[in-house]
T-cell receptor, first 111, second 114 residues
């Protein structure tokens, strides 16, 4: 079945640094999504990407939909302590149907 | 405006037992999806319900079954529980309106099998 490989698995950075994480797939997706999950909570949608090559920002977050439709990346600029959590990429092939999630990137920020 | 609510928040069962988990979708949503999230992993799609029918299913055995009610709420049932069924079970709701509609997740039910 479809699999998403997310890297790095974990990052420990200093407050104020920029962060970059990415997601690759062996199959194409028509929609790429980035979620954040805090302990004891469900994933919360950060950014949705709908077209190959699309670059979308949400505050300090920027994500891109790879032109091959098999990859995506997420950048966080000027990290702050509340950015701590697990970030998941997810791909969607058909609208309304199943999301395929990556394994997550655990972000830790040192004040 | 209530978001997705799940109950119970935690549950402990023993091998071989059966369990029912419940989900109320976000107000205005008509589609419910269920995911299993093992510790340290990303969520895995179990199935999706729309108009009280299972619309798509992931790679899960038929021990996992579900139901959607006329008010759009949903239940996930798991029979003959195995130790490997220990996980966080997430419910997500969305609106079936053509194109991609964002799925909103609840905070999950943590199921532990002893």
């Amino acid at each position: 079945g479809q699999q998403l490989n997310q890297s790095p698995q974990s990052m420990f950075i200093q407050e104020g640094e920029d962060v970059s994480m990415n997601c690759t797939s062996s199959s194409i997706f028509n929609t790429w999504l980035w979620y954040k999950q805090d302990p004891g909570e469900g994933p919360v949608l950060l950014i949705a990407l709908y077209k190959a090559g699309e670059l979308t920002s949400n505050g300090r977050l920027t994500a891109q939909f790879g032109i091959t439709r098999k990859d995506s990346f997420l950048n966080i600029s000027a990290s702050i302590p509340s950015d701590v959590g697990i970030y998941f990429c997810a791909g969607l092939y058909n609208a309304g149907n199943m999301l395929t999630f990556g394994g997550g990137t655990r972000l830790m920020v040192k004040p | 405006d209530a978001g997705v609510t799940q109950s119970p928040t935690h549950l402990i069962k023993t091998r071989g037992q059966q369990v029912t988990l419940r989900c109320s979708p976000k107000s205005g949503h008509d589609t419910v999806s269920w995911y299993q999230q093992a510790l340290g992993q990303g969520p895995q799609f179990i199935f999706q319900y729309y108009e009280e029918e299972e619309r798509q299913r992931g790679n899960f055995p038929d021990r996992f079954s579900g139901h959607q009610f006329p008010n759009y709420s949903s239940e996930l049932n798991v029979n003959a529980l195995l130790l490997g069924d220990s996980a966080l079970y997430l419910c997500a709701s969305s609106l079936n309106r053509g194109g991609y509609q964002p799925q909103h997740f609840g905070d999950g039910t943590r199921l532990s099998i002893l």
